[in-house]
Each structure stands twice: as C-alpha cells, then as structure tokens.
C-alpha cells in the first residue's frame, strides 16, 4: 500500500510504505515526518570598531566621579577614552556590545543612540552599552538631561557634550557593522585572588574572577578580545584633572600590543559597587599606578589568552528583562555623605530622585558561544553579583558568567538589606531602600531564564 504526502513546517516529505514494513516501522517514520525539525545555526559573524571618545577640549568638558572638581573643566589629556563595538550577527539575529572609558550613562542615554541609528535595523534590546567607570573621563551628570539643577558639585549639564558621546556611540556601531566576517570563539575565567578587595567597612567578599574571550577570524587572525574585571577605576583624585581611562585603559593598550596584528581590546566592568583595585606595593603617583595596575593585569590577561582555543559557536541569544523598582527613597545617611559631596540639601532630594533616577529599568543579557554577560544598570555590590552568575551557571550551564556592570544606565549603588542598614557611603547613594538589591537580583534571574 502506498501512504499520500505528509508535509511539515519543512519542506514536503514523501513517505512511501511498502506492504512488507511493519506496522510499528510506519508509525516511526510518520511521526519523524510530522516532527518539526529546527534548523541548525548559521555561522557567527563578528565585526569591530573603535572611535576616539575624548571631548575637544575647547568643549570644556567635565570629569565625573568626585564632586570636589566643582564641574571644572578638564585640563588636557592623559591618555584618550575610547569607545569601541562588537557586532555579532548569525541568522536574522544581531547584537552589538559597546564599551566606553566614561564614568556612566544616565538613564535615556541609550535611546539618544538607537534614534541616531537606522531604526528599522537596530532596537533598544540588540544594543547593550557597557561603561568602564573611570573617574577621570566623561561625567554621567553632564550627559544627563535631567539634570536642570545647576549645582556644580553635582555636575552640570553639557548639551554639546552629549551629543557628542551620543553621535560617537552611534558612529562606532555603524563602523562594527561594516564588513562582519565569520568567527570563532573561546572564553576562560581564572581567579586573581589579590588585585581587588571589598571596600566596605570590616570588609566582605572581593570577585575573583578574570575572564577574557578569545575571537578570531576563521583563518586565525585575531580580532577582538574582550575582559571582565570588577574593581573601581579610581587611582586618580579629584585633583587630577587630565582625560585618561585609568587602569582599565592601560589594560587594553597592554594586550593590544601583546597580541598584536590590529586586534581591538574591549573591557567591561562587574559588579564593582563595594570593589577596589589593589594598588601595586611600589608606590608612586596615582598616574602611574593606574598604569602599573593595568598592565600587569593586562599581562594576565594576554597569558590566559594565548591558551584559549577558539571554537564555532552555534549560540547567540540576547533578552532583556524589564525591572520595575521599588518607591525611590533616600538613604537616612544621604545627608552626610552623598549630600555633602554633591552639594544637596534635604528639599532638592525629591525632586532630585524623580527627575535622576527611573521608576523603572531593565537588564540585558548576552550568551554568545560559551559566554555570558548578565547586565546590571547600576553599581551592584559583589555578594549579589556573584550570586546572580552562580545562578546563571546553574540555569544556562554556560561556562562563563560575567556580570556587565553599570549596563546601559546607573539607577545606583545595589547592595543586599543587610548592607544597606549598614549605611556608610555605598548605601547611602542607594536609593530604593533595602529591597533594591533582592529585586535586581530577581529580575536580572529572570532575562537570564530567556536564555536557556
């Protein structure tokens, strides 16, 4: 007997019986016609950029990080900020990471980007922006629309400037997806157990983890590594007042030159809200122990990446979760702490927090080959960040789990209920309560369960 076509979300298959197959035979094969098969991924593709961040300095930009520069603007430059982007695109998927030597971006930044990109290709959950948090590079108050206060402890609002960063985020992602080419990819993670140590008072836990990935260009040339380190960028002071990426830009320089062959170096932060580097033991300027700092870590990092062996990598997922935050409240400590630097007063702090901070916010994540970056819009404390990449491992079995601190936007500083009644200066630039820490954490869980 002869059975009719059997189609499926493939294309049509034709199973013909003959009278000698047994009945369980044709059952079998029924059932794998009608199955809907999917098809396997396409290869990765991968495109790189960077564009030079640091203002003109006849725009008299400010630095962020310290309210006793008073706004000032910026005497000269150090060494130059950078933003760089990494496309990735298989499929009719694509995703771009953007990393900056800048302090922070304020909440809306990011959509300032995708209006000045083409619309109908990009949207707000394909782009995740990943700020180094250097203290000596662009104020996130200055590039914050909201900020009509005029205080100049607290930074003051600079229209050229952020057009500036928005227009330079923008180019730098349009050059990433110029000519992407197929390529392959490895992640390692290592402890570094001292180069960084909890800052809160009596101490806690420090991140240990180092991790870098390895892309390379399916004939071998390497094209972009990408490092995760949690500490703060601050060896430098409010006094000094020079453009410079701090450790974390002598880091990428470092493997730059390493490894050679016009490779693109990007870093990104953990959670590094309670985080502080270990300074090296031979003193000097902060100015050179930024660059003492970051290439010694650097040369860490080049050593991990020689051992890495690039594979094809048939995952790319991205998801973005919304949060909605608790009721905005500040701190009992504010006043002592975040209000003296800044220059506040117990009557602007509601204003204040409707117009600088969001009632809500989101979190982004990227599982690419056998990496993932769970993004946090804030400076996270380590014990919840830590927590959130076991519970990535734990739902994804992805190898390599990095949180992407101050992802996107700073709503503030994120610590556990217990460290917030803690007080001291972290908790006191919180400004959600106690439970800001348990609902990031929840949430962030969330976007990740998408990647499963």
Known sequence: MKWP??????????????????????????????????????????????????????????????????????????????????????????FVMVTADVLAFPPGFKAAVIKRLDTNTWNADQVML???????????????????????????????????????????????????????????TNPVTDRNRNRRKGGGLHDKDLTITRLDTNSGRPLAVVVNWTAHPTFMDWEDMLFSGDWPGHLQRTIEALVGKGVTVLFYNGAEGDQSPVPPSDGGSGWERAEHYGREMGIMGWEMWKKIQPMSAPVLRYHTER???????????????????????????????NRVVPSETHSTALRVGDLLIVGVPGEMAAQLGMEAKAKARQLTGTACVTIGGLADEWVSYILPAEEYGKGGYEASVSFYGETLGSTLLEGVTRGVEALK
């Open 5 to 94: 076509l059997i189609s499926n979300s493939r294309p049509t298959w034709m199973i013909v019986f003959g009278g000698r197959i047994g009945i369980t035979m044709k059952i079998a094969m029924l059932l794998l016609a009608i199955t809907p098969v999917a098809a396997p991924a396409g290869e990765l593709r991968a495109g790189v950029a960077r564009v030079n961040l640091t203002p003109p300095m006849e725009m008299k930009a400010a630095l962020g990080g310290y309210g006793e520069r008073m706004s000032k603007p910026a005497i000269g430059v150090h060494d130059s900020v950078w933003a760089k982007a990494l496309v990735f695109s298989q499929d009719d998927r694509q």
């Open 130 to 188: 990943l700020p180094s948090h250097s203290h000596t590079s662009i104020d996130m108050m200055a590039i914050h629309p909201g900020n009509a206060f005029g205080i100049p402890r607290m930074g003051i609002f600079q229209q050229a400037l952020f057009d500036h960063t928005a227009d330079a985020l923008a180019r730098v992602i349009r050059d990433a997806c110029k000519d992407p080419v197929p390529v392959t990819i490895g992640s390692a």
């Open 323 to 353: 949060i909605l935050l608790p009721q905005r409240r500040p701190h009992p400590d504010f006043m002592k702490t975040g209000g003296t630097e800044y220059g506040l007063n117990e009557a602007m702090m509601k204003e204040l927090l």
